[in-house]
């Protein structure tokens, strides 16, 4: 009997080896649990490696370990556009408050949309054109120098208004901040060439007095991009300065009273370049 027990005991065992060999599925009376065959997890992992962008070290570089992932594949097309508003009210400010009589107002608007295509991972060329409008308005201000009354300065009832054009080819590389492709961070070089028109208000009164400007330069434009949605991206970015040559010229009429040329170098926080924006991804 001992025998044939054993026999009995090594046929179970060799069943339910087969069994679990065959089967796909595990079923417990609340869940089922899938097991993925062995060629889909492959599949995934090639995927997932192919996300990762390596960068090879070169020369005394120390390889730190630190990988970008893919966020924007090669020949990828990219359509969208930005916008900025700053708004400054003397009401808001404790600085301006130390003018006396200070009633004054400034606000700046800006649409600018872009069109570009990857070259190759996470880089991108593109063009975009821009549209910006600035409207300055002085109720009253008074300033009075020192103790004298003979010094001093009085003006209300003045508006400026500036719209200027602008076209730039522009350079954005992305740094990809996790595999799934959701979250980024951005450069973007643009190569900028400007020109606008100034016009001045005086009592209600406009002047026959203009500026004519035209500006061009290289700024940059960092910033940080998210996906929302699989083909839509949201995107908000700051300017940090950049260099400038910049060209005024003062009309009186037909006849050019004086003008000016300055080429500037500034590299700071700007924070009334501040953009938000909507990216397309075609």
Do not use: W
Not at 49 to 66: K, T
């Amino acid at each position: 009997m001992r025998f044939i027990e054993k026999i009995t005991y090594l046929i179970l065992i060799a069943l339910f080896a087969a069994t679990t060999a065959n089967a796909t599925t595990t079923t417990s009376e609340a869940d089922s649990v899938v097991v993925a065959p062995a060629k889909e997890i492959k599949a995934q992992m090639i995927d997932s490696a192919a996300r990762i962008i390596r960068v090879p070290s070169e020369g005394a570089r120390i390889n730190r370990g630190i990988y970008q992932y893919l966020f924007i594949p090669k020949g990828q097309m990219l359509a969208g556009a930005t916008l900025s508003y700053a708004h400054l009210d003397s009401d808001d400010s404790q600085f301006l408050l130390m003018i006396d009589g200070l009633q004054a107002e400034c606000s700046m608007t800006r649409i600018s949309p872009f069109f570009g295509v990857s070259y190759a991972k996470n880089q991108v060329l593109g063009a975009r054109f821009a549209y910006q409008m600035i409207r300055g308005k002085v109720d009253n201000v008074s300033i009075q120098a020192g103790d004298n009354e003979d010094y001093t300065f009085t003006l209300s009832n003045v508006d400026l208004l500036q719209r200027s054009y602008a076209g730039a080819l522009f350079h954005r590389a992305y740094i990809g901040l996790d595999l799934q492709g959701r979250f980024a961070l951005y450069n973007e070089t643009r190569v900028e060439f400007a020109f606008g028109h100034n016009q001045f208000n005086f009592g209600g009164e406009t002047l026959n007095q203009y500026t004519k400007n035209r500006q061009v330069g290289i700024t940059f434009h960092p910033g940080v991009a998210v996906c929302i949605m699989n083909n839509v991206s949201m995107h908000a970015s700051v300017g940090i300065g950049g260099v400038r040559l910049s060209d005024s010229r003062v009309f009186d009429g037909e006849q050019m009273l004086g003008k000016r040329t300055a080429l500037n170098a500034n590299f700071r926080l700007n924070l009334l370049d501040i953009s938000l924006g909507i990216t397309l991804h075609l």
